[in-house]
Each structure stands twice: as C-alpha cells, then as structure tokens.
C-alpha cells in the first residue's frame, strides 16, 4: 500500500484532527496549508469545504520546500504520501493526524484512518492503469 497521511506542523500545537478542526475553526485564514498536486490536493480541498474551515492554499513546485516550510512552521498542514512526511514524523517536526488510505498502513499503526475519524472526503481510493498508443498491436495489449 502506498500510504498517504495527514500531518501538521508542531508549531501548530494540536495531536489530533479534533483540536485541528476546532483551532482552524477558532482562527478563520490564519492558517496555511498545502498537498502533493493531484488526488491528495484535491480530496484536503474538499475536507476544508465540507468542513467549512477557511485555510489559506500555499502553491509549491517542489516537495523540498514544501516539507522545510512544514517542519518550521511556515504552513501548518500538509497531505501528502508517508514517504514523505515520515522523517518529519520521526523528527517531531511534524505530527500525523490521519491516514488517509482505507485502512491504517504499518507505519502509523495508531494514527486513525480519515474514516474512522467520520471524514470519508478525506480517503483516498486509489487505482492503476496501463496505457499506451492507439497503434498498439493486439498482441502487446
């Protein structure tokens, strides 16, 4: 499984989605945010619409900065694979509110799944595809 999480900052002092919520909804545009482009994005966008919560979008190009900005509490929250924010995890930088895959990976074995927590926006259904050109042989395909 590739395990996609939801973590925040350290600095933004909460160790669960319920103090998050409530302090995102206590301080409306003070806090930031940002995902991996695609579905991670996409399915945070809606958790915030849902649940109404006004968090400012912070656009990176690249994943490196995004994370050093995570761990020094330039933005807040971040939605990405575990891969990713596993060594902030592990450093204390950052701190994992939710998986968001159906069910809980090995790595974050006590960290509830989105579902569990009553947010079904926030799982990720993920699939796989191959492709290829139009003129592939029906031999190859």
């Known amino acids: ?3 996609q999480t939801f973590g925040v900052s350290k600095t ?3 160790k669960d989605m319920a103090a998050f919520r409530a302090k995102a909804a ?3 545009g003070k806090m930031n945010w940002s995902a991996t482009q695609g579905l991670p994005h996409m399915l945070f966008g809606a ?5 109404k919560l006004d968090l400012s979008y912070v656009p990176y190009s690249a994943l490196g900065p995004a994370l050093q900005d995570l761990g020094q509490g330039r933005i807040q929250a971040y939605a990405t694979s575990f891969a990713s924010l596993g060594p902030l995890f592990e450093s204390g930088d950052a701190i994992p509110l939710a998986v968001l895959n159906a069910s809980r990976g ?3 074995p006590d960290v509830p ?3 569990e927590l009553g947010l ?3 799982t990720v259904v993920s699939f796989n595809g191959f492709f290829g050109p139009n003129e592939m042989s ?3 395909v």
Do not use: K, S
């Not at 958790?47 to 649940?51: D, E, N, P, Q």
């Open 1 to 3: 499984d590739f395990l």
């Open 113 to 115: 799944t989105a579902r």
């Open 26 to 28: 206590a301080e409306p």
């Open 106 to 108: 090995p790595q974050l």
């Open 138 to 140: 029906a031999a190859t």
């Open 47 to 51: 958790f915030l619409r849902a649940a």
């Open 12 to 14: 933004v002092g909460v």
């Open 120 to 122: 079904p926006e926030l």
